[in-house]
């Protein structure tokens, strides 16, 4: 019941902020809660059009891992802190628990969430 109650709150919070249900939106600085998990420090580099990105997306929110999303095209700042963490283009880039991620990888993701 409880569980259920927090949820709630959260979902009324994500409304609130504007944060949306839906990946119909943009991503800039998006904060996405998509549990009640905190036990894992996830960044998310991503642009909105790369179908890499939509997997690294989906991968965290199907294990209901936190994570803040970045899209480096709609968000300076972003661009700047991925090319200063990896200064190779493309994206997806993660930073999971200080493990740098570049490209789509279950296995690498896995990995590193689990090294918490």
Same mark, same amino acid.
């Given at each position: 019941m409880k569980i259920k109650i927090i949820l709630a709150i959260a979902l009324c919070l994500m409304a609130i902020e504007g944060i949306p249900f839906s990946g119909n939106s943009s991503l800039a600085g998006e904060k996405v809660l998509v549990s009640l998990q905190e036990t894992n420090q996830v960044e998310l580099y991503v642009t909105s059009w790369c179908p890499y990105c939509r997997q690294a997306i989906d991968f965290f929110r199907s294990r209901?891992?936190?994570?803040?999303?970045? $899209?480096?095209?709609? $968000?300076?700042?972003?661009?700047?802190?991925?090319?200063e963490l990896d200064p190779r283009k493309g994206v997806?880039?993660?930073?999971?628990?200080?493990?740098?991620?570049?490209?789509?990888s279950e296995e690498a993701y896995l990995k590193a969430l689990n090294q918490n």
């Open positions: 209901g891992v936190y994570y803040v999303l970045y $899209d480096i095209e709609r $968000d300076d700042n972003a661009a700047r802190r991925k090319k997806p880039f993660a930073v999971i628990n200080g493990t740098k991620i570049h490209g789509f």
